[in-house]
């Protein structure tokens, strides 16, 4: 279900990807969180691209995109840091 979601940095508005199957962003990157790697596992998980098609190259930016990101908390990247006097 699309929604908005608002904090204290930003406005979150989630976007349709694919309008056959009433897929968002939102779920396509969750779903690539919890390990759905590839455009075909995505489809087969939400139904993405299993229509019309015409998302399909959408659908793999978002995927790729997602695979990609950065950790972020409350709008800031998390970096890691390395603390070599800890080792
Ligand atoms: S828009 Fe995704 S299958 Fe048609």
Same mark, same amino acid.
């Given at each position: 279900m699309p929604s908005v979601i608002k904090n204290h940095y930003q406005w979150v508005v989630d976007m349709y990807v694919c309008i056959c199957n009433a897929v968002t962003d939102r779920e396509i990157k969750k779903a690539v969180k919890q390990g759905v790697n590839t455009f075909d596992q995505v489809r087969d998980q939400? @139904?993405?691209?299993?229509?019309? @098609?015409?998302c399909e190259s959408h659908a793999r930016e978002v995927i790729n995109e997602a695979r990609t990101a950065k950790p972020v908390f409350a709008g800031i990247p998390l970096i890691p840091v390395s603390m070599p006097h800890m080792a």
């Open positions: 939400l @139904g993405v691209a299993s229509c019309c @098609g015409q």
